[in-house]
């Protein structure tokens, strides 16, 4: 059974940096896709950022470009998204969820909404950007 235990979230002021953690257990010998999605009050949930656990193949929402990096660490079976130039539009729920690639291509996967589409997800944490 794959776990994924997400971390980091804080409060920060706009233009301030943070990263959040994924920490992944239970993974098979599949290529996987690990992404992080967010949920702001009153709005739905929205992929931020994805990356395969095998190639590291990365994949952003255009808000992000240029601001947030995420990252694998193989060792550690662990996801990392760096985020820098925090506006108060990225305050939400952050949460990571997998989807083993046994399951779906990868380009099919990011070329939709595919919150739907991931199997496991992580505890949210809470990103808050002050103005």
């Known amino acids: 059974e794959v776990q994924l235990q997400a971390s980091g979230g804080g409060l920060v002021q706009a233009g301030g940096s943070l990263r959040l953690s994924c920490g992944a257990s239970?993974?098979?010998?599949?290529?996987?896709?690990i992404g992080w999605f967010r949920q702001a009050p009153g709005k739905e949930r929205e992929g931020v950022s994805d990356i395969t656990t095998t190639d590291g193949l990365t994949h952003y929402a255009d808000s992000v470009k240029g601001r947030f990096t995420i990252s694998y660490d193989n060792a550690k079976n662990t996801v990392y998204l760096q985020m820098n130039s925090l506006k108060p539009e990225d305050t939400a729920v952050y949460y990571c969820a997998a989807v083993s690639l046994s399951k779906t291509s990868w380009y099919d996967l990011i070329s939709y909404d595919h919150a739907w589409a991931m199997d496991y997800w992580g505890q949210g944490t809470q990103v808050t950007v002050s103005s």
């Open positions: 239970g993974f098979t010998d599949d290529d996987y896709a």
